[in-house]
Structure formats: structure tokens, C-alpha cells
């Protein structure tokens, strides 16, 4: 049996809420554009890069545009986005997040947070995360959106782990994926329906302890 020696972490919706964000912003895109996104909509966004998001919202609307007009588009969602988010505080944690972050650091295991944001540093600052993570990897030190394990093959080796070390944080189909595509364990956060590749399930990191991962390991 292979001990857990780290545990990576995805950022939106894992550990704090900025879907909500992302999807006012994806929202009020769609709207200048001319047609309704909802938020079943938004469903197929989770855990995908951001041009990779607009090609989805685009194709929802039936539009079609050149490279430098996409790129203007994606430029306008993310300052509306980040406009929100410079607002965010440690009260947007999500529950049970914190403790749990804690309990790993204090059973000596490795943290790091692998991540598609390229705001992850502005939300980790705001919400005072940032010092409990080893290794910060997002979307500004990544070539391969998820499902493509980079982000977490990239943090394994920050962390001097191997692949079966580790245990990944996700709540996004594409997440789980690129997990068992990087050879590592995953815990699913959310509903089993979607996320039932992963080697375990719960609602929100409130049900995790360090303890619990034994259970993972011996998976």
C-alpha cells in the first residue's frame, strides 16, 4: 500500500466559491453578445481554461469569431471577473476548507494547489490561503488545460512526491481526469452522479480528515 504524502488542491469550487463569479461574468458576456447562457449552461465551463470556456459559450450561441475579437472577448470577461474577485475575503472559504488544509500541514503532509485560474494568486492572497501551500501551480505556469494532468504532474514534482503519492482535490469531471491521467488518487467534491470516476466522494472538504485518507490509500 502507497502512503499519502501531498494532497493537491483545485481552487474554484473546492476551496473557495468563485464559480459564481466566473458565471456572472460568462453571463453577462453572452447577454452583450445576444443570447442567454444559464447556469446548466455554465455546468460545462467547470475546470476548463478560459479560451476553451468562450469556444463553449460562442458555440451555445451559435457565433462564430476571429482569434484577435475571441481574445478581446476573453479579455473583457476576465476584468469583470477580477473586478469581483479583488472583493473577496476569508469568509468565502468554503466550509471546512480551512481545518482541513491545517490538519494536512500538521500530519507533515505536502500541500499544493493545482490549479486553471490565472487569478489564483489574487484569491489565495485575498482570502489569506496562500501560506498554507508548498506549491502554487495555475494557470499562468501551465500550457495543457484539464483533463491534461500538467497541473498536477507539474505540482508532484514541485513537492518531490511520485504520482501515487499524492491525492487530488477536485470538483470538476475534467479535474478527476486529468488526475487518473497523471497516476494519482482523487476525491471527488459534490455530486457522485458526475464525479463517480474519482476514488472517493463527499459533499464539501468538511467531511475530509487525514485520517480518512487511509481509506484512499488503500484503494
Not at 479579455?75 to 473577496?88: A, G, P, S
Not at 486553471?116 to 495543457?144: C, E, H
Not at 471527488?188 to 463527499?202: D, E, F, Q, T
Amino acid at each position: 500500500m502507497t502512503s499519502i504524502k501531498a494532497c493537491l488542491f483545485d481552487l474554484d469550487g473546492v476551496l473557495v466559491d468563485t464559480a459564481k463569479y466566473h458565471y456572472l461574468a460568462w453571463k453577462r458576456l453572452a447577454e452583450e453578445l445576444g443570447f442567454e447562457f444559464s447556469e446548466h449552461d455554465n455546468e460545462r465551463l467547470k475546470g476548463v481554461s478560459r479560451m476553451a470556456s468562450l469556444d463553449i459559450l460562442l458555440s451555445i450561441g451559435g457565433i462564430d469569431l476571429d482569434k484577435a475579437t475571441k481574445l478581446e472577448l476573453a479579455e473583457r470577461k476576465n476584468n469583470w471577473y477580477f473586478e469581483m474577485i479583488t472583493k473577496m475575503d476569508d469568509s468565502e472559504i468554503l466550509p471546512g476548507a480551512l481545518d482541513f488544509l491545517k490538519d494536512c500541514r500538521e500530519n507533515g503532509l505536502k500541500v499544493a494547489l493545482g490549479s486553471a485560474s490565472k487569478n489564483a494568486m489574487t484569491i489565495l492572497n485575498n482570502t489569506g490561503l496562500t501560506p498554507y501551500f508548498d506549491a502554487i501551480i495555475d494557470g499562468t505556469r501551465t500550457t495543457s488545460a484539464k483533463p491534461d494532468p500538467e497541473v498536477f504532474t507539474l505540482g508532484a514534482s514541485e513537492l518531490g512526491v511520485l504520482p501515487e503519492q499524492c491525492v487530488v482535490f477536485e470538483d470538476a469531471e475534467a479535474g478527476i481526469e486529468a488526475a487518473q491521467r497523471a497516476g494519482m488518487r482523487s476525491v471527488g467534491i459534490g455530486s457522485p452522479i458526475s464525479l463517480g470516476k474519482a476514488n472517493l466522494v463527499v459533499a464539501s472538504l468538511g467531511e475530509m480528515t487525514v485520517t480518512r485518507l487511509q481509506e484512499i490509500a488503500s484503494v
